[in-house]
């Protein structure tokens, strides 16, 4: 039976959430493969709002079990507060699994990342502050503690005394900040770890016998191709893999139990946090975009960055995901635009681009090349089938199917659960 994957395929915040929902009642698992409480995925139900952070959008479905695979990152006390929140809204997370080979978020993370990003001032990056970037880094280093650490008191400690014996010496010495206590952290995480304890298992295993099984597991992931640690806007980017690779190293299913990769597109752009944004609008239309959107950022708060649509990093997630099919989200937003522009290339010091240029002085240089399609002024959050979109709304659908490279199978009018088109079936 099928592994899909759920992938952004421009900076995040694509609207992964909401296609995750609409394919809940057709899945088993849902598998959150990477990031951490960096990102943030919203789901409306009715007029109830959801905004999930760690938790994969699997929970809102009862008959979904959901799951944080080994390649997420995770401080516990948000986790616990999000799931004491879903608790208090009637929802309970009883069948969630934790991998035991998933890293923790650490207090000296959270302390190094906020610190670190304020002295690089100009030149900083953008993180969320919440110690994703050095939690990955001491995993990459060998130096992580996993949730698996929790059932193990003693190991517990060794490694926090361990880890503190440098991160200490970086935030006194560096950094002139006040050093950590590791009894005081040993203490914290002990308790969490009462409370985590029923859910932590060898998800690797469980995922692949749930597909011995025929049952139809969907990975989600964090941000956005763009965001990838190697295919994207490097140094702009998350310290994970959140394209279709990331989706087999951070669950341990392997490649060849894809079935169908899934690209989530926005029918305009958004970035958050710096780096290079070609078809950025620093005027009233990029306000209009923002406040017409609501594209403010689930986790952060943050103004999300908005321009026009992109096709050559449309193009580009396609190909470095492998795309079967794309959901377009946002279609709504557009409505009421007499003429859209959409960027079909980029110029680079007069030389036209079609793919991403190589290098990263280049990206910073590209200038987009619009062409500009009809719009459509009627309001199309009731429409219910492709057909009830109006023609203009049909053809730039189409066209941007053309310029990405892979079909639209679903497309999102609207907020709502039941706001979605689904032209084709996605499992």
């Not at 193009?315 to 007499?338: C, H, P, Q, W």
């Not at 793919?355 to 002024?377: C, D």
Request: hydrophobic residues 35%.
């Amino acid at each position: 039976m099928p592994a899909v994957v759920l992938v952004g395929a421009q900076w995040g915040d694509e609207g992964k959430g909401k296609a995750t929902d609409l394919l809940g009642g057709d899945v088993d698992y849902v598998v959150r493969y990477q990031g951490g409480n960096n990102a943030g995925h919203t789901v409306v139900i009715g007029d109830q709002k959801y905004a999930l952070h760690l938790l994969p959008t699997g929970v809102l479905s009862p008959d979904v079990v959901p799951v944080i695979g080994n390649g997420v990152v995770i401080d516990p006390g948000v986790l616990l507060s999000e799931i004491d929140g879903l608790a208090e809204r009637g929802i309970a997370c009883d069948r969630l699994l934790i991998s035991a080979n998933a890293h923790l978020i650490m207090p000296h993370h959270k302390a190094i990342d906020k610190v670190t990003e304020r002295y690089l001032g100009k030149s900083k990056i953008g993180t969320t502050g919440r110690g994703i970037g050095p939690t990955y880094g001491d995993k990459i280093y060998r130096m992580g503690i996993r949730v698996q650490d929790l059932l193990d008191p003693g190991i517990l400690g060794q490694k926090i005394e361990a880890a503190l014996t440098e991160k200490n010496q970086i935030l006194t010495k560096i950094y002139n900040r006040r050093g950590l206590e590791p009894a005081k952290i040993l203490a914290e995480y002990l308790g969490y770890a009462e409370r985590l304890r029923p859910h932590i298992t060898d998800t690797s295993l469980v995922l692949n016998r749930a597909l011995d099984e025929d049952k139809v597991v969907l990975l989600e992931g964090g941000q956005g191709t763009l965001l990838d640690i190697d295919h994207g806007t490097y140094p702009f980017v998350t310290s994970s893999s959140p394209t279709s690779g990331g989706a087999c190293t951070g669950s341990g299913i392997p490649p060849t139990r894809l079935t169908r990769i899934i690209g989530i597109l926005k029918a305009y752009t958004t970035r958050v946090g710096s780096g290079p944004f070609p078809t950025e609008l620093l005027d009233e239309q990029g306000e209009w975009l923002r406040q017409t959107g609501g594209e403010f950022g689930t986790t952060t708060g943050r103004n999300r960055r908005c321009g026009w649509f992109d096709a050559v990093i449309a193009r580009y997630a396609t190909r470095i995901n492998g795309v079967t099919d794309f959901f377009l989200t946002k279609l709504d937003v557009l409505s009421g635009l007499e003429r859209i522009p959409v960027c079909v290339a980029y110029d680079v010091d007069g030389v036209r681009h079609d793919e991403i240029p190589m290098t990263q002085t280049e990206f910073h240089h590209a200038k987009p090349i619009y062409e500009e399609l009809p719009g459509w002024q009627e309001d199309i959050t009731g429409a219910k089938t492709f057909e009830d979109l109006p023609p203009t709304a049909q053809s730039y659908v189409r066209a941007l199917e053309e310029m990405s490279g892979a079909p639209i199978s679903a497309i999102g009018v609207g907020p709502g659960r039941t706001q979605t088109l689904q032209l084709r079936p996605l499992v």
